[in-house]
């Protein structure tokens, strides 16, 4: 290992360019066997960063795992737990810390293979730059568009490909162009900053540290270059003041300080500031510091740890926000959000589970009320799905039972980013990006269940009332509404939609009202407490009723836990034009289903018969 | 504008703090893992700084083997009365009572009975729910894969497979009853972060870590300096006085020294900077076997 010292360097002259070295955090990714774990070790090795007695175990290392014939191998100087060197994978998301005269360096080695998308995101969450590893002989994999995507939607400002293994093609320009282009192209449509693409040889070294003498076709820089080039994203000082509250510090009854880390902007004594989500404004009386270490400041930037006085008494506690007053981009204090989710959990998310919510320093019980759509990272097409799959990548909507500050997290990443924890297990089930607040109070709710009919409106004299009879009789049919109700998963939808298609194939005027999709508007409002789900069941009830006066045969497909608002339904409805089937105690034969609705809904069928 | 340039160290600090006071107000038991040496003072120093004006919201836990250097003891001693600071002390009584000595049982036995059955015992005593160390992700293998907030099940095991992801800087610090956190505020932190911490802050270090006479012997390839005369001398080994620091500290059995004239921690830094070899190459304990920190780990050493 050689020296950290320049050449004659007193390390007087060393801490004055150390002051002035910086820190860039960035993250490595690509399929297993794309050869990650040899390019960090080239990394390391060629730039001279391994210790003499690293390198001897590396050696002896080599000759136990390695997959080299004995000779070194790069790979075993990362691959750390011991099941990864017997198994010559990478499990989890490893951390490496590495400096050369010009730039400190933090790796997050981002494992391709089982959890990569987890893995991905946690990497990418703390990074400004990404190298995905391709490998020349395959080009672009479903792994490498996925690395790309997740990159993407975590917003990394900065991405890079490494086309390794490039001997093994010969160093064939064309087929470089050929990885070049499909990747530019993929990272035009996932809307990112022009990637940077380097030909490489992690094992032979060529283009990692030095130049390749084998692509002289090539005129970009190499990964140590580009590494030591590309501007290290700051804070910017101007930005707008966020400093969520960790702790209240009260030492004695005459001292009463906030303590913080300035995730955005500056304080300086005297700041109009104001504390969210009250609301309630004051001033910066003090950045209390002791005497030992410098004393107070009178002003501290981002991304600085602090502890503040305000001149005035003003309620402030942990989960609270300090921002600054007025300026075009404010914390939006809500209940509800839009947000995308990275979905971590084995056990899938389904609409109406809750969790507890961490966003700033502020942790909440929360739901996910609505599952708007999957992403297919292949295609990047969104499906409407009501469920989101380990893995998987969807944008939902979630209400919080307490107030939460928020901003999009394309602006605003500290209070734009959350977890959502599993209640029993407290695993963590979902790292997620607010993509917008809806600042309007949700109102207090009740189910509206009328105690009185709702009135009857005569209908106006050019339109007969018997029209729903013909109609009726044209469909050879008995209005009626089948609710089709059960648990999630117990085969409602699917249900519902073959006997839409079966009745509508007999002849008969039927549609599908399914409860998730009212959620989507009707119901949108509503959350999955047992008032709401009555709610949403009146709702569906209210505009069946009014298609059955219509004529027509109306399936409904519900959760419809709770017995008493099923009655409810009934009456409403009309006994006589209501049958209920449980899914989830009902068979699978459609055959049967279909018999029994044929005949429940048959017009010579005298009512109350079914 | 600001107070001054903002440096690399700056940051690190920051984060560091930022952990340090997410540990005190989201678990109900914590305590601080002093171990006396350079990782923990700089811990301490942050610690002090965290909370100021008020002090530290946790008590100082000491796992005491009974063979740690005797200037360590003074240190941690003399530190605790300063500041004016909870210090805890445990040593298994029950090792205590086998006599186990890493001189005669070798260094696996009395780490697992002196450090992780020992520990193990005073976190179940305290019923602590998070445990506050020193440690760095550079210092070996395994643990760079360390979390910050790294979950403990209620045998106090780590398991490498089951981590929870730590995403932007939102830690889930969810327990149950019984189960626990280890925390470490300096993991992004280098050996050589560490060392200019302490140049930038003064902060005063256990005096082994700097160059002076002291009695060695020669065994296995290492340089032990003869604490006290429970280190019997082997055949055809005897002492010397050499010119010797450490860069790591722990029992006096199975650190090993290394011959420097670094008398100041300038000096110690700048050799450092031209190091050729890792810190951790001079403790007996890593290298029983190849990954073997990743076992003790598991088992719950810190």
Redesign the interface.
């Given at each position: 290992?050689s020296?950290?010292?320049n050449e004659g360097e007193t390390?007087g002259a060393?801490?004055d360019r150390?002051?002035s070295?910086?820190?860039l955090r960035f993250l490595t990714c690509g399929s297993v066997d794309d050869g990650k774990s040899t390019l960090i070790g080239r990394l390391l090795y060629d730039t001279d960063r391994v210790?003499?007695?690293?390198r001897k175990?590396l050696e002896e290392?080599s000759k136990i795992h390695g997959t080299q014939g004995g000779n070194v191998d790069l790979a075993l100087l990362?691959d750390?737990?011991?099941?990864e060197?017997e198994q010559g994978i990478t499990?989890?998301?490893?951390?490496?810390?590495f400096?050369t005269l010009h730039r400190?360096f933090?790796i997050a080695d981002c494992p391709g293979h089982e959890q990569y998308t987890?893995?991905m995101?946690?990497g990418a969450?703390?990074c400004q730059l990404a190298i995905t590893l391709i490998d020349a002989r395959h080009g672009m994999t479903r792994q490498t568009r996925r690395h790309a995507f997740i990159a993407a939607l975590l917003g990394l400002p900065q991405m890079v490909a490494a086309v390794n293994k490039m001997d093994l093609v010969g160093w064939d320009e064309a087929r470089f162009r050929s990885v070049e282009r499909e990747f530019l192209a993929w990272c035009a449509r996932l809307g990112t900053p022009e990637p940077t693409v380097i030909p490489i040889s992690a094992l032979h070294g060529d283009c990692i540290v030095h130049p390749s003498t084998h692509a002289p076709w090539y005129r970009g820089p190499t990964i140590l270059q580009l590494l030591e080039s590309v501007p290290v994203m700051r804070p910017a000082?101007d930005a707008p003041l966020r400093l969520p509250v960790?702790?209240v510090?009260?030492?004695?009854p005459d001292?009463r300080?906030f303590?913080?880390?300035i995730e955005s902007g500056?304080v300086t004594v005297g700041d109009r500031v104001q504390v969210l989500p009250s609301g309630r404004e004051t001033r910066i009386a003090r950045i209390?510091?002791?005497e030992a270490?410098?004393g107070d400041?009178?002003?501290?930037?981002a991304?600085?740890?602090v502890?503040v006085t305000f001149t005035d008494e003003v309620d402030c506690s942990?989960g609270d926000v300090i921002t600054c007053v007025g300026g075009s981009q404010q914390p939006i204090p809500c209940h509800s959000i839009e947000a995308d989710l990275v979905w971590?959990d084995e056990t899938p998310l389904m609409a109406g589970a809750s969790f507890?919510m961490?966003?700033g320093?502020r942790t909440v019980p929360a739901t996910v009320v609505r599952i708007r759509h999957v992403v297919d990272v292949d295609t990047l097409a969104q499906h409407a799905r009501d469920s989101i799959e380990w893995n998987e990548v969807g944008r939902v909507d979630i209400v919080t039972q307490q107030t939460i500050v928020v901003e999009p997290y394309r602006q605003m990443?500290a209070l734009g980013?959350?977890?959502l924890?599993d209640r029993v297990t407290?695993?963590?089930a979902a790292?997620g990006m607010v993509r917008s607040g809806d600042p309007h109070e949700p109102n207090p709710r009740r189910a509206h269940w009328a105690t009185q009919p709702a009135p009857t409106i005569e209908p106006p004299a050019d339109r007969s009332a018997t029209e729903s009879v013909a109609r009726a009789a044209r469909w050879r049919q008995r209005p009626a509404a089948i609710l089709l109700f059960g648990p999630p998963k117990s085969g409602k939808t699917r249900r519902a939609f073959a006997l839409e298609r079966h009745l509508w194939q007999q002849g008969h005027a039927a549609l599908v009202l399914d409860g998730q999709a009212l959620r989507g508007g009707l119901s949108r409002d509503l959350t999955f407490s047992d008032e709401d789900r009555s709610e949403n069941l009146r709702r569906a009830a209210e505009v069946t009723r009014l298609l059955l006066d219509q004529g027509m045969v109306v399936i409904l497909s519900m959760v419809a836990p709770q017995t008493a608002a099923r009655e409810l339904a009934r009456d409403l409805i009309g006994a006589d034009r209501f049958l209920a089937i449980d899914c989830a105690q009902r068979g699978t034969d459609d055959a049967a289903l279909f018999r029994d609705v044929e005949s429940f809904i048959r017009p010579d069928q005298t009512p109350g018969a079914g | 504008?600001?107070?001054r340039?903002?440096?690399?160290l700056?940051?690190l600090?920051?984060?560091a703090?930022?952990i340090l006071?997410?540990a005190?107000?989201c678990f109900e038991r914590p305590v601080l893992m002093y171990s006396i040496g350079k990782d923990s003072t700089v811990l301490l120093h942050l610690a002090?700084?965290?909370?100021?004006?008020?002090?530290p919201p946790f008590p100082l836990l000491h796992i005491d083997t009974k063979w740690k250097f005797r200037e360590m003891i003074s240190f941690r001693d003399e530190t605790a009365r300063k500041f004016g600071l909870d210090l805890r002390v445990h040593t298994n009584p029950e090792g205590l009572r086998q006599g186990i000595s890493p001189i005669t049982h070798g260094s696996r036995v009395h780490t697992d009975v002196m450090k992780t059955q020992a520990l193990r015992q005073a976190l179940e005593a305290g019923r602590y729910d998070a445990a506050i160390g020193g440690a760095r992700?550079?210092e070996e293998?395994?643990?760079?894969?360390e979390r910050i907030f790294s979950f403990r099940d209620r045998s106090h095991r780590w398991d490498?497979?089951q981590?929870?992801?730590?995403?932007?800087?939102?830690p889930?610090t969810?327990?149950?009853e019984g189960e626990s956190m280890r925390v470490f505020p300096l993991?992004?932190w280098?050996e050589?972060d560490v060392w200019?911490y302490v140049l930038q802050h003064r902060l005063p270090v256990v005096p082994l870590y700097l160059a002076q006479p002291r009695p060695v012997v020669e065994r296995d390839g290492l340089l032990i300096m003869r604490d006290d005369d429970r280190l019997a001398l082997r055949p055809g080994e005897h002492v010397q006085e050499r010119m010797v620091r450490f860069r790591t500290l722990g029992c006096y059995p199975l650190s090993g020294a290394v011959e420097s004239r670094a008398d100041t921690i300038?000096k110690v830094?700048?050799e450092m900077?031209?190091?050729?070899?890792?810190e951790r190459?001079g403790r007996l304990i890593d290298h029983d076997q190849?990954?073997s920190m990743?076992?003790k780990k598991r088992e719950g050493y810190f």
């Open positions: 290992m020296s950290m010292l390390l060393f801490l150390y002051r070295l910086e820190l210790y003499d007695d690293h175990a290392d990362v750390g737990l011991k099941a060197r499990i989890d998301v490893a951390w490496r810390y400096a400190s933090i987890r893995n995101a946690t969450s703390h000082a960790q702790q510090l009260r030492p004695s001292f300080g303590a913080g880390r500056s209390a510091c002791a270490d410098g400041r009178k002003s501290v930037a991304p600085g740890s502890l942990r971590m507890l961490r966003i320093t990443r980013a959350l977890i924890i407290h695993a963590t790292a | 504008m600001h107070d340039s903002w440096t690399h700056d940051d600090e920051s984060e703090i930022h006071r997410e005190a107000a002090l700084k965290a909370f100021w004006p008020a002090k992700r550079d293998r395994s643990r760079a894969k490498p497979k981590q929870r992801p730590e995403l932007w800087n939102i889930n969810r327990v149950h993991s992004n280098t050589l200019l300038e830094v700048e900077l031209r190091a050729r070899t890792s190459q190849s990954g990743e076992e």
